[in-house]
């Protein structure tokens, strides 16, 4: 089945800690995308990146790092620069940059310990 | 920068009703707009995309219009089912955003009532 994996579902970070939310999809989109989002709110764009090798800051990107090693793979760092991680972590793809649909992956809830 | 709005935050209505769920944003400058529908605990799932040189779009019981010169666009969920009960997210691709990524809106929780 082609679509988009998130591990892992649920994530603990103890304070100074840096951790990894893992982004895998099969789908051969070009497209990759890290949003967060916080209890009863929208989505807010962290990273996202249009090819392999390359990426760009989101209107967030304070405290995280991403990498886009591989097409299938984009990896985001949770680093202890970032005060108030706990929050649903969502991963998208597509096709390409701005005219598809994107699709989703079922999300990463990070707490703090 | 774009904004995003839905209204209204909450709605709670009895199975079988028609309703209409509200999405505003304050740049007409859009390449297209998406609807989406998020499980509590979950990823989104897109429901229908309206790319800017349309006025609308349908998937079975949904319809999807945009207005791009007043800012607004509309869900219309006909014969409502409690299965129709979760968040609904509009979000909007311009180029005026970082990269011109989407901008969400902050959801509109949706209860439908046996």
């Known amino acids: 089945d082609g679509g988009i994996t998130q591990s892992p579902k649920y994530l603990f970070r103890k304070e100074g800690q840096n951790v990894t939310l893992s982004c895998e999809q099969n789908?051969?989109?070009?497209?990759m995308y890290w949003y967060r989002q916080d209890p009863g709110q929208g989505l807010r764009l962290i990273y996202y990146?249009?090819?392999?090798?390359?990426?760009q800051k989101g209107d967030i990107a304070e405290g995280y790092s991403v990498s886009r090693e591989k097409k299938e793979s984009f990896p985001l760092t949770v680093t202890s620069a970032q005060k108030n991680p706990t929050a649903f972590y969502l991963c998208?793809?597509?096709?390409?940059?701005?005219?598809?649909?994107?699709?989703f992956g079922p999300g990463t809830r990070l707490l703090v310990l | 920068k774009q904004e995003v709005t839905q209204i209204p935050a909450a709605l709670s209505v009895p199975e079988g009703e028609n309703l209409v769920l509200n999405c505003s944003f304050t740049d007409s400058a859009i390449y297209n707009l998406q609807w989406f529908r998020q499980d509590p605990g979950k990823g989104l799932t897109s429901l229908l995309l309206?790319?800017?040189?349309?006025r609308e779009q349908t998937s079975g019981r949904l319809n999807a219009s945009l207005d791009k010169s007043s800012g607004r666009s509309t869900l219309y969920i006909a014969a409502s089912q409690p299965g129709d009960s979760a968040t609904y997210l509009c979000a909007v691709g311009s180029p005026n955003n970082a990269g011109n990524m989407l901008t969400f809106g902050g959801g509109t929780r949706l209860m439908v009532k046996p």
């Open positions: 789908l051969n989109h070009d497209a």
């Open positions: 990146s249009q090819i392999v090798n390359d990426f």
């Open positions: 998208a793809s597509s096709g390409s940059l701005l005219l598809e649909t994107q699709y």
């Open positions: 309206i790319q800017s040189s349309q």
